[in-house]
């Protein structure tokens, strides 16, 4: 069955300094990864997205990702955050364009000033 | 407007009552999907609407929760005899030809007491 793990409930770094949040997926087939952040009181907004080809990939607001097929791995990563980037992030999977997607339990961002 | 508008934006209302949440997507789009998103959960998938049919209805938790949607447009989720247990943010989504950028509406907290 499909499953998205985001290990860590909480993470809090140092504005300025570079981030990297866990996601682990489970999936039979090759898999659609996504990204998505929510600010306090507001819907979920797409970060990056994998599909195939090149597995890092660049999004908006600064974040790659990088896909690693042996490790079922698609962590986020920022080289050096903002306050603004303090929000809950995210992982989710997904099987084809027509499919549901599953979402992890997401990952909240505290930036120390 | 230009994006996916749900509506109320907050519920309060008691255990037993019926409550019905609108999803207004962005024009154009084919597909819309339901979530529920409770305190320290991810996102739950309830139903998807590909136009006005519901291929896939495998997440919605009980027969007191059914979804229409007319006109290949507006979404309703319906939740009859609320219960406690169905506190949370209801989140919606639509997307185009892309399946994959799922757009989000801010979503309805919903308050049962």
């Known amino acids: 069955a499909q499953s998205v793990t985001q290990p860590d409930i909480h993470i809090t770094v140092s504005e300025g300094a570079s981030l990297e949040l866990r996601c682990n997926y489970s999936?039979?087939?090759?898999?659609?990864l996504f990204w998505y952040v929510q600010s306090p009181g507001q819907g979920l907004q797409l970060l990056l997205k994998y599909f195939s080809g090149d597995t890092l990939v660049q999004g908006i607001k600064g974040f790659e990702a990088e896909f690693k097929r042996s490790q079922s791995s698609f962590n986020l990563r920022k080289p050096s955050v903002h306050w603004s980037d303090a929000a809950e992030y995210f992982c989710a999977v997904g099987g084809t364009l027509d499919d549901k997607i599953i979402f992890g339990k997401g990952t909240r961002l505290h930036i120390l000033p | 407007g230009a994006g996916v508008s749900q509506s109320p934006s907050n519920k309060v209302t008691e255990k037993g009552k019926d409550v019905e949440l609108r999803c207004d997507p962005i024009?154009?789009?084919?597909?819309l999907y339901w979530y529920r998103q409770s305190l320290g959960q991810g996102l739950e998938f309830l139903i998807y609407f590909q136009g006005n049919s519901a291929p896939d209805k495998s997440g919605l938790p009980s027969d007191r929760f059914s979804a229409e949607r007319t006109g290949g447009s507006v979404s309703t989720l319906t939740i009859q005899r609320t219960q406690q247990e169905d506190s949370a943010v209801y989140l919606c989504?639509?997307?185009?030809?892309?399946?994959?950028?799922?757009?989000f509406g801010d979503g309805t907290r919903l308050s049962i007491l």
């Open positions: 999936y039979g087939a090759t898999p659609y």
């Open positions: 989504a639509s997307s185009g030809l892309d399946r994959s950028a799922q757009h």
């Open positions: 024009s154009g789009h084919t597909a």
